[in-house]
């Protein structure tokens, strides 16, 4: 568990995972990224993950690649807090 405080942007200081930690690093990364915004979804902060932060092999079938990348296709760049 890490802890957020003022130099964070929490007050009061929060506890969270060090899963929001990684996600939150490559989250600034995503955001510099050539295709920044899904064309999918125009006026949202969303990021299509695939070929960035979601690959999957080539072994797999269709099927699971496609239902893949329905849950992971894209990740929300809004706002952390």
């Known amino acids: ?41 125009p006026g949202m902060a969303m990021f299509p993950t695939k070929g960035y932060g979601f690959l999957a092999s080539r072994n797999c079938s269709e099927s699971l690649l496609d239902k893949a990348d329905r849950v992971f296709g894209a990740v929300y760049l809004g706002c952390i807090h």
């Open 1 to 41: 568990m890490l802890i957020y405080g003022d130099d964070c942007g929490y007050d009061p200081p929060i506890e969270a995972e060090l899963g929001f930690e990684l996600w939150a690093a490559l989250r600034y990364s995503m955001h510099h990224a050539p295709d920044a915004l899904s064309e999918e979804m």
